[in-house]
Nanobody, 125 residues
Framework: QVQLVESGGGLVQAGGSLRLSCAAS????????MGWFRQAPGKEREFVAA????????YYADFVKGRFTISRDNAKTTMYLQMNSLKPEDTAVYYC??????????????????WGQGTQVTVSS
């Protein structure tokens, strides 16, 4: 069983930065693929980024490439999303997700086993 708790959301001006964290509980964290999704008001949840568990490979949605960076610290059982050059259209609730795999496909396609409660990110223009 894995529990996920997001933090780091907030209000920021366009062009600013935020770093989201996802703290995971559970002894098997290091073997799980993890990722971030987001959901804006009136829109469906969409994939943002994913990271593998070993020699991590990363994946990004096209709309965040070059602006967001996903990383993980297995010693701290925490995953991060560094968000730079934020735009008003990045406003959404951001969700952390995790799955035992294999690979990252279940995370990237939104059918992972575990989800956090979400953290609000608001970007003002």
């Amino acid at each position: 069983q894995v529990q996920l708790v997001e933090s780091g959301g907030g209000l920021v001006q366009a062009g600013g930065s935020l770093r989201l964290s996802c703290a995971a509980s559970g002894r098997t964290f290091n073997t799980y693929a993890m990722g971030w999704f987001r959901q804006a008001p009136g829109k469906e949840r969409e994939f943002v980024a994913a990271i593998g568990w070993s020699n991590p490979i990363t994946y990004y949605a096209d709309f965040v490439k070059g602006r967001f960076t996903i990383s993980r610290d297995n010693a701290k059982t925490t995953m991060y999303l560094q968000m730079n050059s934020l735009k008003p259209e990045d406003t959404a609730v951001y969700y952390c997700t995790a799955d035992p795999g294999p690979g990252t496909i279940r995370v990237r396609t939104g059918v992972a086993d575990y989800w956090g409660q979400g953290t609000q990110v608001t970007v003002s223009s």
